[in-house]
Nanobody, 121 residues
Framework: QVQLVESGGGLVQPGGSLRLSCVASGNIFSINTMSWYRQGPGEQRELVADISLGGSTAYADSVKGRFTISRDNAKNTVYLQMSSLKPGDTAVYYC???????????????WGQGTQVTVSP
């Protein structure tokens, strides 16, 4: 099995910064695409950013230039550095990892438990 643990959420004022982390452990051979999603109050879950195994990144238009996704393959960890935060960024943030187990049988999708980010004066 695989476990994902997210951390780094919290309350921050507009214009502030936060760094989210998501660490995977367990039966892992490799992790392909790593992604961050978010779900605001009354909204559908949306893709915020993702990063491929090779390091290519993509961002939602709403966060381009403010958020940076990165990964540490040795630590099975994905980060989301969020800057210039706005009230509209308030949401529960989830990591999403596409993981290949040691038997290399298949690629499985795992979700983190979610971490609350609240941007408010």
């Amino acid at each position: 099995q695989v476990q994902l643990v997210e951390s780094g959420g919290g309350l921050v004022q507009p214009g502030g910064s936060l760094r989210l982390s998501c660490v995977a452990s367990g039966n892992i051979f490799s992790i392909n695409t790593m992604s961050w999603y978010r779900q605001g109050p009354g909204e559908q879950r949306e893709l915020v950013a993702d990063i491929s195994l090779g390091g290519s990144t993509a961002y939602a238009d709403s966060v381009k230039g403010r958020f940076t996704i990165s990964r540490d393959n040795a630590k099975n960890t994905v980060y989301l550095q969020m800057s210039s935060l706005k009230p509209g960024d308030t949401a529960v943030y989830y990591c999403n990892l596409k993981i290949v187990p040691r038997d290399r049988s298949y690629e499985y999708i795992y979700w983190g438990q979610g971490t609350q980010v609240t941007v408010s004066p």
